[in-house]
Protein backbone atom coordinates (compact mmCIF):
# COMPACT_ATOMS: atom_id res chain seq x y z
CA UNK A 1 0.00 0.00 0.00
CA UNK A 2 1.37 3.33 -0.53
CA UNK A 3 1.74 5.75 1.95
CA UNK A 4 -0.60 8.61 0.47
CA UNK A 5 -2.78 7.82 -2.52
CA UNK A 6 -4.71 10.18 -5.15
CA UNK A 7 -6.54 9.55 -7.97
CA UNK A 8 -4.50 11.05 -11.40
CA UNK A 9 -7.12 12.00 -12.84
CA UNK A 10 -7.42 13.97 -14.98
CA UNK A 11 -10.10 15.73 -13.26
CA UNK A 12 -12.14 17.95 -15.55
CA UNK A 13 -14.80 20.64 -14.50
CA UNK A 14 -16.09 23.56 -16.05
CA UNK A 15 -15.32 27.29 -14.90
CA UNK A 16 -16.92 28.11 -12.05
CA UNK A 17 -17.57 24.95 -10.82
CA UNK A 18 -15.90 23.14 -7.22
CA UNK A 19 -13.44 21.25 -7.64
CA UNK A 20 -13.09 17.58 -5.41
CA UNK A 21 -9.49 16.16 -4.91
CA UNK A 22 -9.18 13.73 -2.55
CA UNK A 23 -6.11 11.79 -0.65
CA UNK A 24 -5.84 8.70 1.51
CA UNK A 25 -2.83 8.15 3.98
CA UNK A 26 -1.57 4.86 5.67
CA UNK A 27 0.06 5.93 8.50
CA UNK A 28 -2.41 6.68 11.44
CA UNK A 29 -0.01 8.65 13.58
CA UNK A 30 0.41 11.30 10.73
CA UNK A 31 -0.54 15.01 12.22
CA UNK A 32 0.29 17.10 9.60
CA UNK A 33 -1.00 17.70 6.03
CA UNK A 34 -0.44 19.53 2.98
CA UNK A 35 -1.94 20.19 -0.80
CA UNK A 36 0.56 21.97 -2.91
CA UNK A 37 -0.18 22.99 -6.76
CA UNK A 38 2.33 22.11 -9.27
CA UNK A 39 2.32 23.91 -12.51
CA UNK A 40 4.09 21.82 -15.53
CA UNK A 41 7.55 22.44 -14.92
CA UNK A 42 7.72 24.45 -12.01
CA UNK A 43 8.22 23.23 -8.55
CA UNK A 44 5.51 22.67 -5.68
CA UNK A 45 4.37 25.93 -4.15
CA UNK A 46 2.04 25.28 -0.67
CA UNK A 47 -1.54 25.87 -0.83
CA UNK A 48 -3.20 24.48 2.47
CA UNK A 49 -2.21 22.70 5.18
CA UNK A 50 -4.03 21.42 8.08
CA UNK A 51 -3.64 19.43 10.98
CA UNK A 52 -7.05 19.47 13.37
CA UNK A 53 -10.06 17.01 11.83
CA UNK A 54 -12.70 19.48 10.05
CA UNK A 55 -12.59 22.31 7.68
CA UNK A 56 -10.06 24.71 7.14
CA UNK A 57 -11.25 27.39 4.81
CA UNK A 58 -8.56 29.74 2.78
CA UNK A 59 -10.24 32.11 0.18
CA UNK A 60 -11.27 29.72 -2.94
CA UNK A 61 -9.57 27.13 -1.24
CA UNK A 62 -11.18 24.55 1.79
CA UNK A 63 -9.06 21.64 3.10
CA UNK A 64 -10.96 18.88 4.99
CA UNK A 65 -9.18 16.38 7.20
CA UNK A 66 -10.50 13.12 8.84
CA UNK A 67 -8.32 11.26 10.38
CA UNK A 68 -10.51 8.59 11.75
CA UNK A 69 -10.86 7.70 7.72
CA UNK A 70 -7.34 8.51 7.07
CA UNK A 71 -8.60 10.99 4.16
CA UNK A 72 -8.28 14.32 3.09
CA UNK A 73 -9.25 16.60 0.60
CA UNK A 74 -9.27 19.92 -1.10
CA UNK A 75 -12.29 21.75 -2.36
CA UNK A 76 -11.67 24.68 -4.84
CA UNK A 77 -14.68 26.94 -5.25
CA UNK A 78 -15.33 28.78 -8.12
CA UNK A 79 -12.78 27.00 -10.08
CA UNK A 80 -10.88 29.40 -12.59
CA UNK A 81 -8.88 28.12 -15.65
CA UNK A 82 -5.40 29.00 -13.42
CA UNK A 83 -6.65 26.69 -11.21
CA UNK A 84 -5.29 24.15 -14.02
CA UNK A 85 -2.24 22.00 -12.75
CA UNK A 86 -1.78 19.03 -10.67
CA UNK A 87 -2.47 18.43 -7.47
CA UNK A 88 -0.34 17.33 -4.66
CA UNK A 89 -1.07 16.00 -1.23
CA UNK A 90 1.70 15.31 0.99
CA UNK A 91 1.67 14.25 5.09
CA UNK A 92 4.39 14.84 6.89
CA UNK A 93 5.62 11.51 8.76
CA UNK A 94 7.54 11.14 11.96
CA UNK A 95 9.55 8.18 11.40
CA UNK A 96 12.46 9.20 14.15
CA UNK A 97 13.14 11.75 12.01
CA UNK A 98 10.26 14.28 10.38
CA UNK A 99 10.19 13.66 6.30
CA UNK A 100 6.95 14.93 4.01
CA UNK A 101 5.63 12.49 1.68
CA UNK A 102 3.78 13.08 -1.70
CA UNK A 103 0.85 11.38 -3.12
CA UNK A 104 0.99 10.75 -7.15
CA UNK A 105 -0.91 14.03 -7.69
CA UNK A 106 -4.25 14.66 -9.49
CA UNK A 107 -4.09 16.71 -12.84
CA UNK A 108 -7.26 19.13 -13.17
CA UNK A 109 -8.24 20.84 -15.67
CA UNK A 110 -10.54 23.67 -15.53
CA UNK A 111 -12.36 24.38 -18.97
CA UNK A 112 -13.26 27.97 -19.65
CA UNK B 1 7.87 34.49 3.45
CA UNK B 2 10.62 31.89 3.14
CA UNK B 3 12.38 31.99 0.39
CA UNK B 4 14.48 28.66 -0.73
CA UNK B 5 17.10 29.63 -3.81
CA UNK B 6 18.34 26.52 -5.72
CA UNK B 7 20.54 26.66 -8.89
CA UNK B 8 21.08 25.93 -11.45
CA UNK B 9 17.40 26.24 -12.91
CA UNK B 10 18.98 23.71 -15.59
CA UNK B 11 21.63 22.27 -16.45
CA UNK B 12 23.02 19.41 -19.48
CA UNK B 13 26.20 16.98 -18.94
CA UNK B 14 27.94 15.00 -20.83
CA UNK B 15 27.61 11.42 -19.30
CA UNK B 16 29.90 10.34 -16.47
CA UNK B 17 30.99 13.81 -15.74
CA UNK B 18 29.51 15.41 -12.13
CA UNK B 19 26.64 18.05 -11.22
CA UNK B 20 26.37 19.69 -8.74
CA UNK B 21 23.52 21.21 -7.15
CA UNK B 22 23.04 24.46 -4.36
CA UNK B 23 19.68 25.05 -2.24
CA UNK B 24 20.52 27.81 -0.35
CA UNK B 25 17.94 29.20 2.97
CA UNK B 26 17.79 33.19 2.05
CA UNK B 27 15.68 34.52 5.38
CA UNK B 28 16.38 31.74 7.47
CA UNK B 29 18.32 28.70 8.91
CA UNK B 30 17.66 25.83 7.79
CA UNK B 31 18.79 22.68 9.87
CA UNK B 32 17.13 20.60 7.64
CA UNK B 33 16.90 20.59 3.92
CA UNK B 34 15.12 17.53 1.69
CA UNK B 35 16.09 16.31 -1.27
CA UNK B 36 13.37 15.28 -3.98
CA UNK B 37 13.61 14.06 -7.80
CA UNK B 38 10.90 14.13 -10.04
CA UNK B 39 10.36 12.52 -13.15
CA UNK B 40 8.07 13.42 -16.46
CA UNK B 41 4.49 13.27 -14.77
CA UNK B 42 5.14 11.11 -11.59
CA UNK B 43 5.07 12.64 -7.99
CA UNK B 44 8.21 14.02 -6.09
CA UNK B 45 10.31 11.21 -4.97
CA UNK B 46 12.50 11.65 -1.86
CA UNK B 47 15.22 10.92 -2.11
CA UNK B 48 17.62 12.06 1.16
CA UNK B 49 17.34 14.25 4.16
CA UNK B 50 19.60 17.01 4.90
CA UNK B 51 20.96 17.80 8.26
CA UNK B 52 23.46 20.11 8.51
CA UNK B 53 26.98 19.22 10.16
CA UNK B 54 25.75 15.49 9.72
CA UNK B 55 25.89 12.45 7.66
CA UNK B 56 22.33 12.84 4.98
CA UNK B 57 19.65 10.47 5.33
CA UNK B 58 18.65 8.46 2.10
CA UNK B 59 15.85 6.76 1.48
CA UNK B 60 15.97 3.23 -0.09
CA UNK B 61 17.07 2.23 -3.00
CA UNK B 62 18.91 5.82 -3.23
CA UNK B 63 23.14 5.34 -3.63
CA UNK B 64 24.89 7.46 -1.43
CA UNK B 65 27.99 7.35 -3.37
CA UNK B 66 26.25 8.45 -6.26
CA UNK B 67 24.08 11.38 -4.42
CA UNK B 68 26.89 13.16 -2.33
CA UNK B 69 24.87 15.49 -0.24
CA UNK B 70 26.87 18.36 1.99
CA UNK B 71 24.93 20.80 4.04
CA UNK B 72 27.58 22.88 5.72
CA UNK B 73 25.96 25.23 6.69
CA UNK B 74 22.64 26.26 8.10
CA UNK B 75 21.64 28.11 4.94
CA UNK B 76 23.44 25.95 2.52
CA UNK B 77 22.95 22.04 1.07
CA UNK B 78 23.89 20.72 -1.88
CA UNK B 79 23.56 17.84 -3.97
CA UNK B 80 26.32 16.30 -6.33
CA UNK B 81 25.47 13.90 -8.83
CA UNK B 82 28.66 11.57 -9.77
CA UNK B 83 29.07 9.76 -12.92
CA UNK B 84 25.93 11.18 -13.92
CA UNK B 85 24.10 9.21 -16.78
CA UNK B 86 21.17 9.65 -18.81
CA UNK B 87 18.96 7.80 -16.35
CA UNK B 88 19.82 10.26 -13.95
CA UNK B 89 17.98 13.02 -15.77
CA UNK B 90 15.33 14.15 -14.25
CA UNK B 91 13.94 17.32 -11.74
CA UNK B 92 15.40 18.21 -8.68
CA UNK B 93 14.35 20.10 -6.31
CA UNK B 94 14.91 20.67 -2.47
CA UNK B 95 13.03 21.96 0.52
CA UNK B 96 13.01 23.38 3.59
CA UNK B 97 11.42 25.05 6.35
CA UNK B 98 11.42 27.67 8.56
CA UNK B 99 9.97 26.07 11.33
CA UNK B 100 12.31 23.55 11.70
CA UNK B 101 12.06 19.48 10.66
CA UNK B 102 8.60 19.07 11.83
CA UNK B 103 7.92 22.46 10.62
CA UNK B 104 4.02 23.21 9.27
CA UNK B 105 4.37 22.92 5.34
CA UNK B 106 8.27 23.59 3.25
CA UNK B 107 8.94 25.88 0.55
CA UNK B 108 10.51 24.57 -2.37
CA UNK B 109 13.47 25.64 -4.44
CA UNK B 110 12.44 26.35 -8.28
CA UNK B 111 14.34 23.18 -9.21
CA UNK B 112 17.33 21.97 -11.17
CA UNK B 113 16.47 20.11 -14.92
CA UNK B 114 19.24 18.12 -15.29
CA UNK B 115 19.92 16.47 -18.13
CA UNK B 116 22.72 13.74 -19.30
CA UNK B 117 23.45 12.89 -22.83
Known amino acids: QKEVEQNSGPLSVPEGAIASLNCTYS??????FFWYRQYSGKSPELIMSIYSNGDKEDGRFTAQLNKASQYVSLLIRDSQPSDSATYLC????????????FGAGTRLFVKA | GAVVSQHPSWVICKSGTSVKIECRSL??????MFWYRQFPKQSLMLMATSNEGSKATYEQGVEKDKFLINHASLTLSTLTVTSAHPEDSSFYICSASSQGAGGYGYTFGSGTRLTVV
Open chain 1, 27 to 32: DRGSQS
Open chain 2, 27 to 32: DFQATT
Open chain 1, 90 to 101: AVLLNTGGFKTI
